[in-house]
């Protein structure tokens, strides 16, 4: 193949819509991975029309269940012989009241944190025997919010919103940071990242107050053009390899606000609690 390739979860709409279209524009064939076929193929359409490059394909995934996400990663060592980038970007804010997967996994640590891992972990032969790919996790300021409490990790005591989204994101962090030493001795790099607090549809499905608070404040948000910046900067800037692992913001490596984000025995143990939610 003369083309590059990038996967990018929640690609129909706002960050992952605009990334999507960056990578069109590079060049890159790009595996939109999404929950609605409809808004999809509409996204779909649209960014074709913007970069006329028609390389962008559809893959419907559930990310809140861990065997869809076995089946979509599985067509993609099917159908596609590198992956050059993958984009870890889909999520959602969660409802005041706390819900589970159906794997039996609260529902926001499901989808926002073991998506990536497990997307991540099953893509890992593809990524391998692609030279200098690149993993991207979306992460979020939010994580100031979080705590990782192992005994707590589910949130089954003391649940909030708030709480539930920021332990997430602070997870992306910590799963990046990890996953950087993992990969010692291998052609890939890894980043997590903060996009800003963007204009999206993002919180339009919660009723939480945390996502009632975020609707108000839309009119001083970035747009999702500004909010992809530093997503298709890591995506596609040359020479930030020896910034693997790093959180960004900005386009700038940045200091995660809790200090666990970085701590390597707690991201160890994260990352074997996550394995073990994962199967």
Known sequence: MSY????VTGANSGIGKITSQALLNEGYRVVMICRNL???????????????????D??????????QIRETAAKIRQRYDRLDRLVNNAGFLPDDKRKESPDGIELTVAVNHLGYFLLTRE????????????????????????????????????????????????FNIMFTHHLNKKLEGKDITTY?????????????????????????GRFFMKSPEQGAQTTIYLCTE??????????????????????????????????????????
Request: glycine share 4%; aromatic share 8%.
């Open 4 to 7: 590059k390739i990038a996967a």
């Open 38 to 56: 409809d808004k999809a193929e509409t996204a779909r359409k649209e960014i074709i029309e913007k970069t006329g490059n028609d390389r962008a």
């Open 58 to 67: 559809i893959l419907i995934c559930d990310l809140s269940e861990m065997s």
């Open 123 to 170: 893509l890992m032969p593809l990524l391998e025997k692609t030279p200098q790919s690149r993993i991207m996790n979306v992460a979020s300021e939010a994580h100031r919010y979080g705590e990782f409490d192992p005994k707590n990790i589910q949130l089954t005591e003391r649940y909030s919103a708030s709480k539930a989204y920021g332990n997430s994101k602070l």
């Open 192 to 216: 997590s990242l903060h996009p800003g607090v963007v204009n999206t549809n993002f919180a339009a499905e919660s009723d939480s107050w945390f996502a009632k608070l975020f609707n108000l």
């Open 238 to 279: 040359p020479g930030i390899e020896n910034l693997s692992g790093r959180y960004f913001n900005n386009s700038k490596p940045a200091k995660p606000q809790k200090d666990v984000a970085l701590d390597d025995e707690a991201c160890k143990r994260l990352w074997k609690m996550s394995e073990e939610m994962v199967g």
